[in-house]
Each structure stands twice: as structure tokens, then as C-alpha cells.
């Protein structure tokens, strides 16, 4: 009698994923969110390529030519200058983008680590420095930077830090509620028995799991700090010339309007496009990363 037995791998239906792997899932099932992702993508390539593929020089201008409408020359029209629009958008969204980033950078690295030790810390230290948050809220950030631009000049690094060291606010709140809520987890408590510095355990074991809310709230601030570049070049305090942005564009655009309305209409669609972009990002990051919406 001939036995034949076969043998048969039982694999588990269902492997596990991490938790980025998990939000990248929801997140490419968000067809807005991944429209941001690619609009923002789009621009940064753009920025970063706009000397090679820019259709004219920056400063390139042609008097006579003077305030054109958009042509097969010049598809987005030139100024009163007779400049490339189209290359001038180019070359704003650098500089806009440039303070989105720079400045949202600075709010993050005051912002997390501000949180995470008075998070960590707690007790009269966390007191005192969360009071000190409390007062710099009450004051008025427009004036703050209205000043740090008259007294110590318009300088476009200034601005970057200026901006940074009034956004980071909620960020340090934001962060100090998610460690005040990982401090006593098991983790934690392992690092301690290892015999690792408090300072080794924020930076090693805290502060990465807090990352989440973290990257939602900086796709947040971006928008909102490249809004404030915007009205401070509008009122004149902030990028200034030969430098553009899409600020000042916009500034130039509201003089002419009347006149030449296609000299607001196309850096306003390009600072309106790039703030939803950002904003559907943060949106669909912010349901990505939720432990709510994980599956079990």
C-alpha cells in the first residue's frame, strides 16, 4: 500500500504592517491627498530646476515691450517692465517655498524640543515653561516681526527666523500633550531600567513617537507661514526687490489690477494652488496617521 502525504505550507492571511506602511495604504487610497502630494512634488522639482528650464532671465526686461497679455512669447504676459511673468512666478515660488520650509524648520526644532521637556520634565518645570508659551501667545506675533523687521532691517534670513520663532507655539503644545501621554508606557519605563540618560530617552524613544502629529501639523504650517510671507511682502515688510516672491507678486498685481489683471491673477492661482495642495496633504495625513482609523 503506497502513502503518499503532501505537505502544505499554511501561510497567515493577513501580515502585519507598520504604522507608516499602514498610513502610506490610506493615504494612496486619498485621491485629494495625493493630489496635493503631487502638486507639491511638482514644485519643489520646479524650484529647485528653474535656472535650466526658466524661459528668460530673471532679470531679463524688455522697456518697450512694457505690459503685455499672455501670448505664445510670453504664456502668462510680462509686467510693466516688460519681464517674463511666467519666470518671475518661477522664481517667486523659490523663495516662497524657501520660507515655507526654512521657517516651518525653525518652528520645529524650537517647537519639539520646547514640548518634549516640559512634557518629560513636568511638574515646576513644565509650569514655567508652558506659562512662558501662554504669555508669548497673548502677544500680538504681527507686531513682534514688524519690529524685528524695522530694527534690525529687511533681511530675507531674519524673515526665515522670524517667522519661525513665532509658529512654533503649537507646536510645543501639540508636542508636550503627546509625550505627557508616552512618558509612563512600557517603553519608557525599559529605558529607565537600562540605565539611559532622560536625555538619551527623549531623544532616542519620545520624541520619534511623536512624529505623526508632528508631520500633519508641519504640512499645516507651511501654508500658513508662506500666507504670512505673503502679507508681509504685500504690506512691503517683507521679501524686497531685486528678490520676488509670490507676495510680492501679488502686491504689484493689486497696483495694476485694473489695468493689467493678469499680472494678479497668475501668482494668486499659484500661491492658492500651492496652499491647497498643502492643506489636502495635511488632511489626508492627518486620517492616515489617526490610530482610530487603523485596523485592527
Do not use: C
Request: aromatic share 10%; charged share 15%; glycine share 8%.
Amino acid at each position: 500500500m503506497n502513502n503518499s502525504s503532501s505537505e502544505t505550507t499554511v501561510m497567515p492571511d493577513d501580515q502585519g504592517t507598520s504604522l507608516w506602511q499602514d498610513a502610506w495604504i490610506k493615504l494612496s487610497k486619498n485621491r485629494l491627498a495625493l493630489f496635493g502630494l503631487a502638486v507639491l512634488v511638482t514644485l519643489i522639482l520646479v524650484s529647485l530646476l528653474t535656472p535650466l528650464i526658466a524661459p528668460y532671465g530673471y532679470e531679463e526686461q524688455n522697456l518697450d515691450m512694457g505690459a503685455t497679455a499672455p501670448s505664445l512669447q510670453h504664456w502668462l504676459g510680462t509686467d510693466i517692465f516688460g519681464r517674463d511673468m511666467l519666470t518671475r512666478i518661477m522664481y517667486g515660488g523659490r523663495v516662497s517655498l524657501m520660507v515655507g520650509f526654512i521657517a516651518t524648520a525653525v518652528a520645529l526644532v524650537i517647537g519639539i524640543l520646547w514640548g518634549a521637556t516640559a512634557g518629560f520634565f513636568g511638574g515646576r518645570l513644565d509650569a514655567v515653561m508652558m506659562r512662558i508659551v501662554d504669555v508669548l501667545y497673548a502677544l500680538p506675533f504681527m507686531i513682534f516681526i514688524i519690529l524685528l523687521m524695522v530694527v534690525f532691517g529687511r533681511n530675507i534670513l531674519l524673515l526665515f527666523l522670524a517667522i519661525g520663532a513665532v509658529e512654533w507655539l503649537t507646536m510645543a503644545r501639540i508636542v508636550r500633550s503627546q509625550v505627557m501621554s508616552l512618558r509612563n508606557q512600557e517603553f519608557v519605563e525599559a529605558a529607565h531600567s537600562l540605565g539611559l540618560s532622560q536625555w538619551t530617552i527623549i531623544r532616542r524613544h519620545i520624541i520619534p513617537n511623536t512624529l505623526g502629529p508632528v508631520i500633519v501639523y508641519t504640512t499645516l504650517t507651511i501654508p500658513s507661514v508662506m500666507l504670512l510671507e505673503a502679507f508681509l511682502s504685500f504690506l512691503g515688510l517683507g521679501i524686497q526687490p531685486p528678490e520676488s516672491s509670490w507676495g510680492l507678486l501679488i502686491n504689484y498685481g493689486v497696483e495694476t489690477m485694473e489695468e493689467f489683471p493678469w499680472l494678479l491673477i497668475f501668482p494668486g492661482i499659484a500661491l492658492s494652488l500651492t496652499l491647497f495642495a498643502l492643506n489636502f496633504l495635511g488632511d489626508g495625513l492627518r486620517d492616515a496617521l489617526d490610530p482610530r482609523t487603523s485596523k485592527d
